[in-house]
């Protein structure tokens, strides 16, 4: 007589389950919420409103709304659109005591699809040492050219510092971050994270 499992019987407490049979699981970011950021955090009105303004009030501008993107960001991320990806993470952060660079990449990610949605960027490096994040087209810089700003001399790297500081703050990671290029003379802005200490869940 031949058996029906062909490596012994399943043990029935060792057999996983869904935790919420029948609730549908999204592991992509919400459109809701990349729509609603794209509203909330409009980059043709902020270039409008630099256009007035000298060098260092343009940066200290920049720098605020950075700050309110990476908010908005985490706001809507973990609040009115919640995802099952940032459930996983946090769940692995708590029981693996590591924290970066997922927790924090995630949230970069989102910050950058949802106020800039036709942009081209690229994670290049992704390890618990170092993130590296390319951005190849911007529409910061776009709509700053089209304003007639000079993009060479326009301080935009103000608005990512401060949105991946934010971040930071955030999931409690000690990070260096360091801008290695710049748009618009290098082919792109690169920005490197290394981790000094992993943050708590």
């Not at 592991?27 to 909330?40: H, N, T």
């Not at 700053?144 to 060479?152: C, I, K, N, S, V």
């Not at 608005?159 to 710049?182: I, N, P, Q």
Request: charged fraction near 30%.
């Amino acid at each position: 007589m031949k058996s029906r499992y062909r490596y012994g019987k399943p043990t029935l407490d060792r057999l996983q389950t869904l935790e919420d049979p029948g609730r549908p699981l999204a592991f992509d970011a919400d459109p809701g919420l990349i729509a609603e950021l794209s509203q909330r955090c409009d980059i043709k009105s902020l270039v409008g409103d630099l256009k007035a303004k000298n060098r260092q009030q343009r940066e200290a501008a920049l720098r605020a709304f950075g700050e309110d993107l990476m908010e908005a960001t985490i706001e809507l991320a973990d609040g009115k659109y919640p995802d099952r990806a940032g459930e996983v993470l946090e769940r692995v952060a708590r029981q693996t005591g590591i924290s970066f660079p997922h927790r924090f990449q995630r949230y970069v990610e989102l910050s950058i699809i949802g106020s800039r949605p036709l942009d081209r960027w690229n994670v290049a490096k992704s390890t618990t040492r170092e993130l590296v994040v390319q951005v190849f087209s911007c529409a910061l810089q776009k709509e700053a050219q089209e304003a007639g700003l000079d993009g060479q001399t326009l301080p935009c790297q103000a608005l990512c510092l401060a949105s991946f500081g934010r971040a930071t703050k955030k999931t409690g990671d000690t990070v260096e971050t360091d801008l290695v290029k710049r748009l618009p003379g290098d082919e792109a802005c690169e920005f490197s994270f290394v981790c000094l200490r992993q943050g708590s869940a």
